[in-house]
C-alpha cells in the first residue's frame, strides 16, 4: 500500500509572550521566519498549510498564505496538529514550528526519507534530552484519532504523545538544527550566527534587479477547482515557470508538486526553467487520469 500523501504544516499560532513580537514575523534569512520556513516545507510537500489561531487569520505575516485555523484555541501546538488530521484525514503532515531558524533542508528531507508511515509518527530525538521532537516531525493519519483522545482528556503535550504512541525516532544528522529561539537575546545571538551564512548563500542579483514580468495564468481541472477560478493576470518578479509555480503555491492550496506537472508558455511544452516575458499566457497541467 502507497504512503499516504505529504502535506506541510507550518506551526505559527503562538502568542510569542516571551518573545515579546511575533517570532513569525522575525527576519534571520532576509524574509520573515514564516515565509521562509513556508517556502523551505513547500518544496517537499504536495501542500502546504500555515497554522494559525482563529484571531491570526487576516494578520499581514500570515494572511497571505493557506491556512488551518485551530480548532480548539489556547491548548498550543496540538491544536494546530489536530486542526490538520481533522481537515485532511488521509494526509500525513510533515510539521515543522516556524521558530527553528537553524533548520535546512537536509535535515527535513533526511526525515521524509526514513519516514515510516506504518507507524504513528516519525520523529527527530532532541539532541538535548534524547526525547522526541514533535514540532519538527511526521504525523501520519493514524495518529489523529490518538492526539483527539489525548486531548479529551486534558492532556496538551505532543511530546509526550509521541512517546507514548507508536513513533519512529531518529537522530539528528545536526545537533542545533532544532534550537527554537524564544526570547530577544537568543534571537540576537542566532541574528549573529546565521548572518554570515545569508550573506554567503545571498545570490547575486536580488528581486530589485529583477524585471517584473505581466503573465496570464490559465487554471484547467484540478487546479481550476483549487484556484476558485479559470485564469488570472498578475505581475510577479518569478522569471521562470518553476518560480511562478512555488509562488502559485502560496496564493493557492495546489496540492501537486512540480514533478507531477508539465507546463506550457503561449500553447507550446516548455523546461521549468526556460525564461518567462511579459504578455505570456502560462497553463500547468496536471496528471491525464485514464489510459
Known amino acids: 500500500m502507497p504512503a499516504p500523501p505529504l502535506f506541510g504544516l507550518v506551526l505559527a499560532g503562538g502568542a510569542s509572550t516571551r518573545m515579546g513580537r511575533d517570532k513569525a514575523a522575525l527576519a534571520y534569512h532576509g524574509r520573515s521566519q514564516l515565509e521562509w520556513t513556508f517556502d523551505l516545507v513547500t518544496e517537499l510537500c504536495s501542500a502546504t498549510f500555515v497554522s494559525v489561531r482563529p484571531d491570526q487569520r487576516d494578520e499581514p505575516t500570515r494572511a497571505r498564505f493557506?491556512?488551518?485555523?485551530?480548532?480548539?484555541?489556547?491548548?498550543?501546538?496540538?491544536a494546530g496538529i489536530s486542526a490538520a488530521l481533522q481537515q485532511h484525514p488521509k494526509a500525513a503532515w510533515l510539521v515543522v514550528a516556524c521558530d527553528l531558524p537553524f533548520i535546512t533542508r537536509e535535515v527535513l528531507e533526511h526525515l521524509i526519507a526514513h519516514r515510516d508511515s506504518q507507524a504513528?509518527?516519525?520523529?527527530?530525538?532532541?539532541?538535548?534530552?534524547?526525547?522526541?521532537?514533535?514540532?519538527?516531525?511526521?504525523?501520519?493519519?493514524?495518529?489523529?484519532?490518538?492526539?483527539?483522545?489525548?486531548?479529551?482528556?486534558?492532556?496538551?503535550?505532543?511530546?509526550?504523545?509521541?512517546?507514548?504512541?507508536?513513533?519512529?525516532?531518529?537522530?539528528l544528522p545536526n545537533a542545533r538544527a532544532l534550537d527554537n529561539i524564544n526570547t530577544s537575546e537568543e534571537f540576537r545571538q542566532a541574528s549573529a550566527t546565521l548572518a554570515p551564512r545569508a550573506e554567503a548563500s545571498r545570490e547575486p542579483s536580488s528581486v530589485k534587479d529583477k524585471q517584473q514580468l505581466k503573465l496570464r495564468v490559465q487554471y484547467y481541472a484540478l487546479f481550476r477547482e483549487q484556484a476558485g477560478r479559470g485564469e488570472e493576470t498578475l505581475e510577479t518578479f518569478a522569471s521562470t515557470p518553476e518560480e511562478l509555480y512555488r509562488e502559485l503555491q502560496k496564493r493557492h492550496p495546489f496540492t501537486l508538486a512540480q514533478q507531477q506537472l508539465k507546463v506550457a508558455v503561449n500553447t507550446d511544452f516548455r523546461d521549468w526553467n526556460a525564461p518567462l516575458a511579459s504578455g505570456d499566457t502560462v497553463v500547468?497541467?496536471?496528471?491525464?487520469a485514464g489510459g
Not at 516531525?137 to 479529551?152: D, N, S, T, Y
Not at 500547468?284 to 491525464?288: A, C, E, G, L, Q
Open 66 to 78: 493557506p491556512q488551518i485555523a485551530d480548532l480548539q484555541p489556547g491548548i498550543g501546538p496540538i
Open 120 to 171: 504513528v509518527a516519525t520523529a527527530y530525538r532532541s539532541s538535548h534530552d534524547q526525547l522526541p521532537e514533535p514540532l519538527c516531525a511526521i504525523w501520519e493519519p493514524a495518529a489523529r484519532e490518538g492526539v483527539l483522545a489525548h486531548i479529551a482528556a486534558g492532556k496538551q503535550c505532543p511530546r509526550k504523545f509521541l512517546i507514548n504512541a507508536n513513533t519512529r525516532l531518529l537522530e
Open 284 to 288: 500547468f497541467i496536471p496528471p491525464v
